[in-house]
């Protein structure tokens, strides 16, 4: 049973761009359906959200205040450590075993694989944006008809949730 939602940010809660400000600022774009299906879809069936980027912003910090969103990890280039551990913290907390299988990994591009492969291989679940990186797309169980930023996380919450 899927205990954890991981998502990563630019290109699947994002569209991937990045808005800039004659003053370096920087700014993203996030779909309101993708927020209410982490803050109110999910804690009724005790999903935990978690959020693991390789970008750092303050915008994603203040996205996460928004949505509840507890288990945030920014500049993480070692993605499939972070999770292992994130894992391993739940398990000791709540002295229960979690391991791959209960988790559902939504990702846009190469480097969330080091977490898609080991999480399929262990029976948990992968999603993907209609526009992921074509190795991605190729390992997903689920394929949205949204692009990441424009409802892909939602639609694939609805997908999980239809099917446990």
Not at 50 to 68: F, P, Q, W
Not at 96 to 118: E, F, K, N, R, W
Not at 123 to 138: D, E, H, I, W, Y
Request: aromatic share 8%; hydrophobic share 40%.
């Amino acid at each position: 049973m899927i205990k954890f939602l991981v998502m990563d940010v630019d290109g699947t809660l994002t569209d991937g761009k990045i808005y800039m400000g004659n003053d370096g600022e920087c700014f993203k774009a996030f779909d309101i359906k993708d927020g209410y299906a982490i803050k109110c879809l999910l804690p009724p069936h005790g999903i935990v959200p978690v959020i693991i980027t390789a970008r750092n912003s303050r915008i994603v910090e203040n996205r996460c205040k928004e949505l509840d969103i507890s288990e945030c990890h920014q500049n993480v280039h070692g993605k499939f450590e972070r999770l292992i551990d994130i894992l391993a913290e739940y398990s000791s907390r709540n002295k229960t075993l979690y391991d791959l299988s209960h988790v559902a990994y939504i990702g846009d591009d190469l480097l969330d694989l080091q977490c898609m492969i080991p999480v399929k291989e262990k029976g948990g679940l992968v999603g993907c944006p209609t526009n992921a990186a074509k190795q991605v797309r190729k390992i997903a169980d689920f394929v949205s008809t949204e692009k990441g930023g424009e409802g892909a996380v939602r639609e694939f919450v609805e997908w999980i949730l239809e099917n446990m």
